[in-house]
């Protein structure tokens, strides 16, 4: 073990607001268990010091909170010459601003979490869905990543925003890809209903479809993932198609399509606002279908309205 001093970034500070340390801690704790972390406010600096194995190393500098990592020795820090291993410049995640973009940090948080809950060999392995994937910023972090994802977006202006985002970044970044557009199962007749867009590069891939996500095993041909990961509309900015402030219709509508969809060992993160769903409600859809609650939250108030927390529940591996 060695004593390590991770240093906060600022960018954590401005997706978590006043409770940026609680959300950080959180993240941290549910990957190195019981072990203790102390933070340490150097000038205007924030550590967290911990003692971690030095095979943690690669997945401490991909913590949605990291800046960087720094050994501890006689009170000295050394910063170490590390980073994470991603695919893609981080413009496909971060260049684009929209109206009711997810935060890019809190989605890295998401798939951190997802990823610490479910066993896999090999990250190309895992294949993760956001069944209301907005314009994408959860299938970019995925591609980063090199986890195969999926999206569903009821919005059909979607894609071809995502369409023209990919094709800014990659020309800019002189990125090799390959673009493909198509139908899910036979062309519907009404709206643009199955339409799909897939983005592969780096030897990954993403694929944002058009459509309902209470229809998602008929749009996902069945498929299963590991991960499901996903903001959930607001209730302010985001109505849903059911054209209520409340998600929670949607949810039940979705909820046993959504769990369908995971495979069994399987996990699902999703970010709320905890006003609306309450937590218990949001809870009670999913383990009626047989989800297990994990004892993950991670609270932080964006604004008098929004209270953004984070559920994490799992399918058991005999189900
Ligand atoms: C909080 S936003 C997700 C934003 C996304 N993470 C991003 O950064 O672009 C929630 C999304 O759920 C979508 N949504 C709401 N109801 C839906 C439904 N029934 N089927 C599919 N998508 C839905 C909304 O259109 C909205 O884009």
Known sequence: MKHYSLLISQRARSAYFNDYLDVARAELQWLIGDEAILHRPIGAMDFFDIKAGEDLLSVLTSLSFVQGVFERQDGRLTPLDKRPAFNLHEDFVFGAKFRGKTNETLTQLLINIGLMCIDYRSIADVKLLDPMCGRA???FWAMRYGIKSKGIEQDPRALADVRQMIKKWCKVHRQKHQLTEGFVGAKAKKKEIGKFLEFSAENTSMRLINGDTSDACQLLNDEK???IISDLPYGIQHHTTHKTRNPLAILKAAASEWSHSLKPGGAMVLAFNRYLPKREDLIDVFTTQG???LDFSAPH????????????LKK???K
């Open 316 to 318: 058991t591996n005999d």
């Open 225 to 227: 993932f590991q991960l």
């Open 301 to 312: 108030r964006m604004s008098e309205s929004i209270v953004r927390d984070v559920v994490v």
């Open 137 to 139: 910023t959860t299938l």
């Open 291 to 293: 989800l297990q609650l």
